[in-house]
């Protein structure tokens, strides 16, 4: 009897252990679709657990600022020699930028403020994303707008943090922006590989007005 007693203990034991591997790994899993998507779209995901994988997730938004913003003379910079350790410590520099800008994120004034991703050294963000956030038509301006104006205190943030790295490694990079607001369309793309992304014109224009502009340009659809 005293076997059979351990054998039993010994079972659920393993079981137990079991239980605790799958959750924490549903807890990892949980953690990594909330560190790749926006906190709305990662909450529709893991809300809805019975959806097919290939499921499209897609919403159209009729007001939304974008944000693009770019280091113009970073290609100057970039060099395959040997002394930047064949283009290395180039990358080190690009990734220290973009972990500065990624940081501001985590302030709470810019909570909403949601990064859709980085093109070389060029950052783009957008706001207004977050459903629970979005303006009704009857709401005054300023409550309207509020999400436009954190975008454009964002983008001077993004400025000064660019300063602040250009005083501590003696670089004289700029920061072009362009800033826009307009309709768009977002969306995650791939199943394996989840994107989130933004489609439209508002969008295009932002990253015109960024290749084109000497200063910060801001425009309206």
């Known amino acids: 009897m005293d076997k059979v007693d351990r054998v039993i203990f010994m079972w659920k034991n393993e079981v137990s252990d079991q239980k605790e591997k799958a959750s924490d790994m549903r807890r990892r899993n949980e953690a990594l679709v909330y560190n790749i998507l926006p906190k709305h779209v990662a909450e529709h995901f893991m809300g809805n657990r019975k959806r097919s994988h290939d499921?499209?997730?897609?919403?159209?938004?009729?007001?939304?600022?974008?944000?693009?913003?770019?280091?113009?003379n970073f290609s100057d910079f970039y060099s395959e020699e040997s002394v930047n350790n064949q283009g290395l410590e180039c990358l080190r520099f690009l990734n220290e930028v973009i972990s500065d800008f990624d940081a501001l994120l985590e302030l709470p004034q810019f909570q909403n403020i949601i990064k859709i991703k980085t093109i070389g050294s060029t950052y783009m963000a957008a706001s207004g994303l977050n459903p629970s956030q979005i303006s009704k038509m009857e709401d005054p301006i300023p409550v309207k707008w509020a999400h436009l104006s954190l975008l454009v205190e964002f983008a001077l943030e993004l400025k000064k943090a660019l300063q602040g790295i250009n005083e501590q490694s003696f670089n004289h990079f700029v920061l072009k922006m362009g800033i826009n607001h307009g309709p768009i369309t977002a969306g995650v793309i791939g199943a394996r590989k989840p994107h989130y992304d933004i489609w439209g014109n508002t969008g295009n224009k932002a990253m015109k007005f960024n290749v084109t502009s000497v200063e910060t340009f801001f425009s309206s659809n």
Request: aromatic share 16%; proline share 6%; no cysteine.
């Open 55 to 72: 499921e499209l997730y897609s919403q159209s938004y009729s007001e939304i600022g974008v944000l693009f913003a770019s280091m113009p």
